[in-house]
């Protein structure tokens, strides 16, 4: 099969050297082209992305307070963290909140995709009520929620209090705060998986569906044994970035920063939001930098181990 | 940078001690403070008066104010309110408590841990109690504890723990709000106590011209010259709610009835004089402060547990610390 890659271009019909006297072979000046698609993307790559990566990496081995002083103290970071009880909670705060986001995302995401995915009046409507959170600002969601959150007076104890339950404390309490922020995460994101799902699901052939009807498999069969194994490619791809964002707090640091700061007495204290806290407030940048790199080893680790189960992300159907 | 080398000794003499303390340092002056704002509680009088209680009834003591917050809890409504965010902010409000017996989170000396005290204890568990007791919210409106509009005014709170900048707040956002306010209920034995927030003028000794910097702070609000001390005037009282931190300007603006009744004459005459500077700690000594007090407040930790682990996690710190003395 040709690919419009492989049609005759306006190069090919330049005199072979072309403008700047360089004798390339066609594969040559294929390669050519495709790095320089690249290369506008990869210079904004390596600016904004690899330079500071690797100056953070390296201001971990120093200790800077923010006032011009760089001391370096090789490892000193690194065993800090080790013996530090704040860090070691906030990766098990972490370790709790990506447990619980990433299969919360998987199922909400896939169960909106199905429900939607269907030829019934105004459905577009519910396509865009359910996609709409994610197109306001965080902060404010992050500010909504907090007042609907709120002791008594909120929405959700004010309707807790109409059906005769009694009310909580849906921000201010340790035992219960992670779990509020968890679910306006996924109240947040659910919509943008849907669609990721929705198109996993229109490249489903329907003949498939007709063909195990006849042979009478019901709803459930159909499900398991057509929906899910095609959804494969999606479905990693779902589960890769969902996890990379609940890892890196993507989405936790503006909800975190706003409706908890943290608190109340740490439970919601993620990663990310422990290195904002010992870079901005504590200006110490160096440990800082030192927890940020063990962050971004985590996942790669995660990242690495997701590829290798699932090959690379490449299904083969038979 | 040490703005007192460009000051009169009669401008050094001009502010007051209790609001310089956390602001010198081996009686050099580096920090020249445009406000003071110290901490006392607001109630509102719409719902004492909804409750049937009278001025007489405003709580002189912890207990009493629990029990007067029972009173004023209701079914949308909380008794009192302290700050629930964890931050600077909350250490600086539960300060007064800790003080009020006794209790401090350093020695004088400033090099050693004075967190593990029954002083200590006791004001942990005095927060804890109003959660406890259901007296107390867990997290507030608006932009929280200091924020009197979102929670005081409406009705979310019949009494909050706040800064006098309130006033200036509620002037402007809740006009018609009819309140009062009273200086920090004190614990048994107890002595009146509040601190003194506010921001300053500093200069960064690495800068670029850190001199002209310094005359620059001490030019704004250091000086004795009329617009020196005018300037301090119209800061605190038009265009804020501030007590003045020069005795001059405190005078002036007493003057042009700046004190003359209600909060701000509270303010003046019966919180400022028991107030402490803001302490100067570095961020692991507040962080172990605020990690006790958010476990003991919203955790229910064991108070004494928590003031010991935090003593700990001070004197760990402050063995390897050379900076100036903490105050």
């Known amino acids: 099969m040709r690919s419009s890659l492989d049609a005759p271009s306006v190069v090919e019909k330049r005199p072979a050297g072309g403008r700047f006297g360089l004798r390339l072979k066609r594969s040559q000046r294929e390669a050519l082209a495709a790095y320089l698609f690249i290369l506008p993307d990869a210079l904004g790559l390596a600016i904004f992305v690899a330079v500071p990566m690797l100056f953070s990496l390296s201001l971990g081995f120093f200790s800077v307070n923010g006032f011009g002083g760089f001391r370096f103290v090789g490892l000193a970071n690194y065993q800090r963290m080790l013996i530090d009880p704040l860090f070691r909670k906030s990766l098990w705060v972490t370790f709790v909140y990506v447990l619980i986001l990433v299969p919360a995302l998987y199922i909400t995401g896939l169960a909106l995709a199905l429900l939607v995915n269907r030829r019934t009046p105004f459905i577009g409507v519910f396509r865009s009520m359910f996609f709409l959170p994610n197109v306001v600002s965080l902060v404010v969601v992050a500010l909504t929620w907090q007042v609907m959150l709120v002791d008594k007076v909120g929405f959700v104890n004010r309707m807790f209090q109409l059906f005769g339950l009694p009310g909580y404390s849906w921000l201010g309490d340790p035992n219960i705060t992670l779990y509020s922020i968890l679910f306006v995460t996924v109240w947040f994101l659910m919509g943008y998986y849907m669609i990721i799902f929705m198109s996993g699901l229109q490249e489903i052939p329907r003949e498939y569906y007709d063909a195990a009807r006849i042979d009478g498999a019901g709803p459930w069969a159909m499900f398991t044994r057509i929906t899910l194994p095609l959804l494969r490619p999606t479905s990693f791809f779902v589960l890769l970035v969902s996890l990379v964002s609940a890892v890196a707090g993507s989405q936790a640091f503006d909800l975190i920063y706003v409706m908890t700061r943290g608190g109340p007495a740490n439970s919601t204290s993620l990663v990310i939001f422990y290195i904002y806290q010992q870079a901005f407030q504590f200006n110490n940048y160096g440990y800082a930098a030192a927890m940020a790199s063990f962050l971004v080893l985590i996942l790669l680790v995660v990242t690495i181990s997701l590829f290798a189960v699932t090959k690379g992300g490449r299904f083969h159907f038979t | ?327």
Request: net charge negative.
């Open chain 2, 1 to 327: 940078m040490e703005l007192s080398q460009y000051m009169e000794d009669a401008a050094k003499k001009d502010f007051f001690d209790n609001v310089m303390e956390t602001r010198i340092v081996d009686g050099k002056i580096y920090g020249l403070p445009m406000e003071v704002e110290p901490m006392a509680m607001y109630y509102s009088h719409k719902a004492f008066s909804e409750a049937k209680l009278s001025e007489a009834d405003v709580p002189k003591t912890w207990d009493q104010l629990i029990e007067v917050s029972k009173k004023l809890t209701k079914k949308s409504q909380f008794g009192c309110l302290f700050e629930t965010g964890p931050g600077y902010y909350q250490n600086f409000t539960w300060y007064p408590f800790l003080w009020q017996g006794g209790g401090d989170i350093v020695t004088p000396e400033g090099n050693k841990s004075a967190f593990n005290s029954p002083a200590t204890v006791q004001a942990l568990k005095f927060w804890q109690d109003t959660i406890k007791a259901g007296v107390a919210p867990r997290n507030e409106l608006g932009f929280g504890g200091g924020d009197p509009g979102a929670n005081l005014a409406s009705g979310y709170c019949a009494i909050q723990n706040l800064g006098i900048w309130g006033v200036s707040i509620l002037r402007e956002n809740a006009k018609g709000f009819e309140y009062g306010v009273f200086p920090c209920p004190i614990p048994p034995n107890g002595q009146p106590k509040s601190v003194l927030g506010g921001w300053s003028f500093v200069a960064n000794a690495k800068s670029k011209d850190p001199e002209n910097a310094a005359k620059f702070c001490v030019w704004a609000l250091g000086s004795m010259s009329d617009d020196s001390i005018g300037r301090v005037v119209d800061w605190c009282i038009k265009a804020k709610s501030d007590v003045s931190p020069r005795k001059s300007a405190l005078e002036k603006a007493t003057e042009l009835g700046g004190y003359k009744d209600g909060p701000m004459k509270v303010f003046k005459d019966d919180v400022f004089p028991t107030g402490r500077g803001e302490p100067r700690v570095p961020p692991e000594v507040y962080k172990a402060v605020s990690d006790a007090v958010q476990a003991c407040q919203l955790g229910g930790a064991n108070p004494e547990q928590q003031a010991a682990e935090a003593s700990q996690n001070i004197d760990s710190y402050l063995a390897g610390y050379s900076g100036a003395p903490l105050r």
